[in-house]
């Protein structure tokens, strides 16, 4: 069983619609962040989230903790092809150090 | 260096050699962790190091897998008996700790091939 479960694992879309990724768990957690990974890299960090309720735009993305500091979302608005890659949500649980990472949403966003 | 870096970048063996993957981290960073990828998948944890602490080691796939971190810095990934289900690409991280939470930094990954 997975810590952290994201949803869809893939998704497929056209340039301009929008989308959101989930990241959902039964545990309570300090801090939750999202990164992305595009081939031949290493994941790199896009934001982290501290407060439950918590909502960070950067750009066209949206991203927010829940309020209960179980899940996040990722929302993107008029998806481009350079938003293609691997989405993977982490966290770090209440009392601990550790940085677990979720299952991962590939996207692919298509002209 | 100021990111990650591993090496080497890409590692062809034979079935049933050993393999030795190397991880400088990032420097001042406590926590190490090494994960296995692969294609089109999400990360697959395999141990985590913090500190002095006795490491992580509950996503190890087998015994053939065993890491260690020397001095708190470098680590190395061994591999033993490489089976062809251990083609991967093996990334590592490390990490500091902040009031706003972890951020992690990756390598640039070892792809590994086994043939």
């Known amino acids: 069983t997975q810590l952290l479960e994201q949803s869809p694992q893939f998704l497929s879309i056209q340039e301009g619609e929008n989308l959101t990724v989930y990241c959902n768990s039964s545990s309570v957690f300090s801090s939750l962040q999202w990164y992305r990974q595009e081939p031949g890299e290493g994941p790199v960090l896009l934001v982290t989230?501290?407060?439950?309720?918590e909502v960070k735009k950067l750009k066209r993305l949206t991203f927010q903790f829940g309020d209960a500091r179980k899940d996040s979302s990722l929302h993107i608005t008029a998806a481009q092809p350079g938003d293609t890659g691997l989405y993977l949500c982490a966290g770090v649980r209440g009392g601990g150090n550790k940085l677990t990472f979720g299952t991962g949403t590939q996207l692919k966003v298509e002209l | 260096g100021a990111g990650v870096s591993q090496s080497p970048s890409n590692k062809v063996t034979e079935k049933g050699k050993d393999v030795e993957l190397r991880c400088d981290p990032i420097s001042g960073h406590t926590a190490l962790y090494w994960y296995r990828q692969s294609l089109g998948q999400g990360l697959e944890f395999l141990i985590y190091f913090q500190g002095n602490s006795a490491p992580d080691k509950s996503g190890l796939p087998s015994d053939r897998f065993s890491a260690e971190r020397t001095g708190g810095s470098v680590s190395t990934l061994t591999i033993q008996r490489t089976q062809q289900e251990d083609s991967a690409v093996y990334l590592c991280?490390?990490?500091?700790?902040?009031?706003?939470?972890?951020?992690?930094?990756f390598g640039q990954g070892t792809r590994l091939t086994v043939v």
């Open positions: 991280a490390s990490s500091s700790f902040g009031i706003s939470g972890t951020e992690a930094f």
């Open positions: 989230v501290v407060t439950g309720g």
